[in-house]
Structures are given as structure tokens and as C-alpha cells.
């Protein structure tokens, strides 16, 4: 296992680093959904919706979108049945996700890391495109581990590096020069979106993430790559005790 993860590395000062993603998160909502299907070319929602492939039934379910943004994900888990709880740090897009009507349930401003809720409090916990940028990962897990209930499900979707190498060159093109390019003249943020692609560049890979989630007592830990390898879903649950 890879143990250089690239949060480690700038990771002296995670709350600073957390700061700076608030910060950026909330300058580019206006934009955000829109940036969102056209970069991904509409493949976001698919695989938001892939994920309910690979989870169990969560109807009358407490669920937590954890880095829910505007709430695309929230609002498959509310059409799918479950109450959900949409947590999110940044205040802007907490009120996009509300504006839109796709947080339907308990919009939460609070830091992933330090979930607001008792042990054992959910059956699903959801966490789309959020986790790369989460400076403090280990205690991320732990904390998510906590509040899951036994038996409870956690879905990660995130993009990834992929595997084949055309693939990726051709990627890695789109990454460093597209994405900051169209990003930055429809956002006018083109730092964010240069950011952003970084962050997909560092980061660690499915078997680095299934490795640390079975450290942290996660069992069952599946992984579906999607649309040539460039997102993951993963899937795991807390053994039941
Ligand atoms: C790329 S967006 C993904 C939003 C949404 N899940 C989606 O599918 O479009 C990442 C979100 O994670 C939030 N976020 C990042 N780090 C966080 C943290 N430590 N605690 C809470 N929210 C965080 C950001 O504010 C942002 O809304």
C-alpha cells in the first residue's frame, strides 16, 4: 500500500487546508452544477445513480450524504425512500442545494470529520466526489465508522486515475489543460478549477482507499470502476458486532 497519499503531504495543517477548500467551495457555486455536467459530460449523474446497484434498500433508512454540496446525490437517497441527513460545510452550498429543492430532508453545515451525531445513528452513508478533499482522512473514516450503525452501508463515489495508459494521457491532457480552461472561463475561478484537477491527479487510488477502510474495521469492500476507470464507486459496511 501506498502510504505517500498526497494528503500526508500537505497535511501539516489540516484545518487551514480546510479553510481553503470552504473557501474555494463557496466561490464557485453559482457555477458549480452546471461546470459539474458539462466537464463530466452528463457521466455524473449516471454514476450517482449507479451507486443504488450496489446498496441495499435504504427506504425508511436514515441515510447521511456526507459532502453533499447542492444535493444531486441527497435527492436520489430521498427519491429512494430514505430520510436523509445532507451535510456539508460550506453554507453556499448548503442554500444552492435548498434553493433547488434536492435537499429534502436535514441540511447540516458541519465538517465531515466531526459528524454532529450519535454512534450507530445511520444505516447508509453516502460521500460523492468529497473524500479527496478531506485533509484528515483517518479520523474522516473513523468518525463515519462511528456513527454508521452495525450492518451499515457506506457508498464512496470518486474519480480516479485510470488504469490503462492511453487512457490516461488522454486524461491527463483533459485534467491539466481542459478542465482548468473551460472551468475558469464559466466559473471565473480558473485557480479552482485548476485545484480540482490536482486534486484528482494525487489522488490515492481504490486499493489504497479499500486498504485503509479495512484498517479502520470496514469489511466487504467492493469496488465498481466506471466509464473507462475514471470514477470509482466503492462499497463496504461495518461488520455487524
Ligand atoms: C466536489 S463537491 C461534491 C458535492 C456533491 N457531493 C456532488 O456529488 O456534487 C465537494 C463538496 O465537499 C464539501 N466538503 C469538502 N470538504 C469537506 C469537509 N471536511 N466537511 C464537509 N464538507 C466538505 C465541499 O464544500 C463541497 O460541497
Given at each position: 500500500?501506498?502510504?505517500?497519499?498526497?494528503y500526508?503531504i500537505?497535511?501539516?495543517n489540516?484545518?487551514?487546508?480546510?479553510?481553503?477548500?470552504?473557501?474555494?467551495?463557496?466561490?464557485?457555486?453559482?457555477?458549480?452544477?452546471?461546470?459539474?455536467?458539462?466537464?463530466?459530460?452528463?457521466?455524473?449523474?449516471l454514476?450517482?445513480?449507479?451507486?443504488?446497484?450496489?446498496?441495499?434498500?435504504?427506504?425508511?433508512?436514515?441515510?447521511?450524504?456526507?459532502?453533499?454540496?447542492?444535493?444531486?446525490?441527497?435527492?436520489?437517497?430521498?427519491q429512494k425512500?430514505?430520510?436523509?441527513?445532507s451535510?456539508?460545510f460550506?453554507?453556499?452550498m448548503?442554500?444552492?442545494?435548498?434553493?433547488?429543492?434536492?435537499?429534502?430532508?436535514?441540511p447540516?453545515?458541519?465538517d465531515?470529520?466531526?459528524?454532529?451525531?450519535?454512534?450507530?445513528?445511520?444505516?447508509?452513508?453516502?460521500?460523492?466526489f468529497?473524500?479527496?478533499?478531506?485533509?484528515?482522512?483517518?479520523?474522516?473514516?473513523?468518525?463515519?465508522?462511528?456513527?454508521?450503525?452495525?450492518?451499515?452501508?457506506?457508498?464512496?463515489?470518486?474519480?480516479?486515475?485510470?488504469?490503462?495508459?492511453i487512457?490516461?494521457?488522454?486524461?491527463?491532457?483533459?485534467?491539466?489543460?481542459?478542465?482548468?480552461?473551460?472551468?475558469?472561463?464559466?466559473?471565473?475561478?480558473?485557480?479552482?478549477?485548476?485545484?480540482?484537477?490536482?486534486?484528482?491527479?494525487?489522488?490515492?487510488?481504490p486499493?489504497?482507499?479499500?486498504?485503509?477502510?479495512e484498517?479502520?474495521?470496514?469489511?466487504?469492500?467492493?469496488?465498481?470502476?466506471?466509464?473507462?476507470?475514471?470514477?470509482?464507486?466503492?462499497?463496504?459496511?461495518?461488520?455487524?458486532?
Amino acid at each position: 500500500m501506498n502510504t505517500n497519499f498526497s494528503y500526508e503531504i500537505d497535511n501539516d495543517n489540516p484545518e487551514e487546508k480546510k479553510r481553503f477548500i470552504k473557501k474555494l467551495f463557496d466561490s464557485i457555486v453559482p457555477t458549480y452544477d452546471l461546470l459539474n455536467h458539462i466537464l463530466s459530460m452528463g457521466t455524473d449523474m449516471l454514476w450517482r445513480r449507479n451507486i443504488f446497484n450496489h446498496i441495499k434498500d435504504v427506504r425508511d433508512n436514515m441515510a447521511v450524504d456526507l459532502c453533499c454540496g447542492t444535493g444531486d446525490l441527497s435527492l436520489l437517497l430521498h427519491q429512494k425512500g430514505a430520510k436523509v441527513v445532507s451535510l456539508d460545510f460550506s453554507m453556499n452550498m448548503l442554500q444552492k442545494g435548498i434553493e433547488k429543492q434536492a435537499l429534502k430532508g436535514y441540511p447540516v453545515v458541519a465538517d465531515a470529520s466531526r459528524i454532529p451525531f450519535r454512534e450507530n445513528s445511520f444505516a447508509a452513508a453516502t460521500i460523492a466526489f468529497g473524500i479527496r478533499n478531506i485533509p484528515d482522512i483517518d479520523i474522516f473514516i473513523k468518525d463515519l465508522f462511528r456513527v454508521l450503525m452495525p450492518g451499515g452501508q457506506l457508498a464512496i463515489l470518486e474519480l480516479v486515475r485510470p488504469v490503462n495508459k492511453i487512457i490516461e494521457k488522454l486524461y491527463s491532457f483533459y485534467l491539466c489543460n481542459l478542465l482548468p480552461f473551460i472551468g475558469g472561463i464559466i466559473s471565473g475561478r480558473k485557480s479552482a478549477y485548476r485545484y480540482l484537477s490536482g486534486t484528482i491527479a494525487t489522488f490515492v487510488d481504490p486499493q489504497d482507499l479499500k486498504a485503509l477502510l479495512e484498517k479502520f474495521g470496514f469489511t466487504d469492500v467492493s469496488h465498481y470502476p466506471q466509464t473507462f476507470n475514471i470514477a470509482a464507486i466503492i462499497i463496504c459496511r461495518k461488520e455487524l458486532s
